[in-house]
């Protein structure tokens, strides 16, 4: 199976953004990927307002995923990003969504909100309350994460021990010291400890790194973009999948019992 990853800088216009996202639908599409992930918060982005991405909140059958949708309609690809979505005034929910066939086939809200290094997500953004059930695309199956959840073993863990074979990331990872550092080790020890395959589109710009990447199960990067706007591809294989599990079968070899999340 191929897969695409779409990186790019989110700007303060919604329908700009929309656009973005379909030309990297159509171009995905067009080059055989049967999955595509694209970044977190895609709705809207300002550097000079960090509230923006929840002001500009939209109900799933608003007008941003609504020309999404109608791209997906024209073909097979299933497509995985997050856009914030309104709960009570002023307040939203960090909202992943799966796309495929011109229908919302899936949808996840952010469980872990990023408060940490100087940021408060929570402030203006409601936590979700459940991992969401496995997706599948071509006989895999795909395990959903968003972001700062990359920081929570047992989330990815619980995704593994429930049957994903592969962990979908959208992310806006925040520049700052030793942040890119946290990013690249994160992601291969996430893909380390579950014996996955990893997809991890970041969103780039000034605030954000960017650095989209595809891990496989042994931890071996087999993709990856630097800080500009790209389209990067790769191909998730099944006898590699297997062949990890056999060599590493760090499942099969736990000692603890299954995490219990919420």
Request: hydrophobic share 45%; glycine share 6%; aromatic share 6%.
């Given at each position: 199976?191929?897969?695409?990853?779409?990186?790019?800088?989110?700007?303060?216009?919604?329908?700009?953004?929309?656009?973005?996202?379909?030309?990297?639908?159509?171009?995905?599409?067009?080059?055989?990927?049967?999955?595509?992930?694209?970044?977190?918060?895609?709705?809207?982005?300002?550097?000079?307002?960090?509230?923006?991405?929840?002001?500009?909140?939209?109900?799933?059958?608003?007008?941003?995923?609504?020309?999404?949708?109608?791209?997906?309609?024209?073909?097979?690809?299933?497509?995985?990003?997050?856009?914030?979505?309104?709960?009570?005034?002023?307040?939203?929910?960090?909202?992943?969504?799966?796309l495929r066939e011109g229908r919302?086939?899936?949808?996840?809200?952010?469980?872990?909100?990023?408060?940490?290094?100087?940021?408060?997500?929570?402030?203006?953004?409601?936590?979700?309350?459940?991992?969401?059930?496995?997706?599948?695309?071509?006989?895999?199956?795909?395990?959903?994460?968003?972001?700062?959840?990359?920081?929570?073993?047992?989330m990815a863990l619980n995704l593994?021990?429930?049957?994903?074979?592969?962990?979908?990331?959208?992310?806006?990872?925040?520049?700052?010291?030793?942040?890119?550092?946290?990013?690249?080790?994160?992601?291969?020890?996430?893909?380390?400890?579950?014996?996955?395959?990893?997809?991890?589109?970041?969103?780039?710009?000034?605030?954000?790194?960017?650095?989209?990447?595809?891990?496989?199960?042994?931890?071996v990067t087999i993709a990856a973009?630097?800080?500009?706007?790209?389209?990067?591809?790769?191909?998730?294989?099944?006898?590699?999948?297997?062949?990890?599990?056999?060599?590493?079968?760090?499942?099969?070899?736990?000692?603890?019992?299954?995490?219990?999340?919420?």
């Amino acid at each position: 199976m191929y897969v695409a990853v779409g990186q790019f800088a989110v700007t303060p216009v919604w329908q700009e953004n929309a656009r973005t996202c379909i030309s990297f639908m159509a171009q995905a599409a067009r080059q055989g990927a049967a999955l595509l992930v694209l970044p977190e918060a895609l709705l809207a982005r300002d550097d000079h307002d960090p509230d923006l991405s929840v002001k500009s909140a939209q109900p799933l059958d608003g007008g941003f995923l609504q020309m999404l949708l109608d791209e997906s309609a024209r073909n097979r690809l299933t497509t995985v990003l997050t856009v914030h979505v309104p709960t009570t005034p002023g307040r939203a929910a960090n909202t992943l969504v799966v796309l495929r066939e011109g229908r919302i086939i899936g949808q996840y809200a952010k469980l872990h909100l990023y408060d940490a290094f100087t940021v408060q997500e929570s402030r203006l953004v409601d936590p979700g309350r459940q991992v969401p059930p496995l997706i599948e695309v071509e006989g895999l199956k795909l395990g959903l994460m968003t972001c700062y959840d990359l920081r929570f073993p047992e989330m990815a863990l619980n995704l593994a021990l429930t049957g994903a074979d592969v962990l979908i990331l959208p992310a806006a990872w925040v520049k700052g010291p030793l942040k890119e550092h946290h990013w690249a080790t994160l992601l291969t020890a996430r893909a380390l400890d579950t014996t996955c395959y990893v997809v991890a589109a970041g969103e780039c710009g000034t605030k954000n790194i960017g650095q989209s990447r595809v891990i496989d199960p042994l931890g071996v990067t087999i993709a990856a973009a630097a800080e500009a706007p790209v389209l990067i591809m790769a191909e998730i294989n099944p006898e590699r999948l297997a062949l990890a599990r056999r060599q590493l079968p760090v499942l099969h070899n736990r000692r603890f019992a299954p995490p219990q999340l919420l």
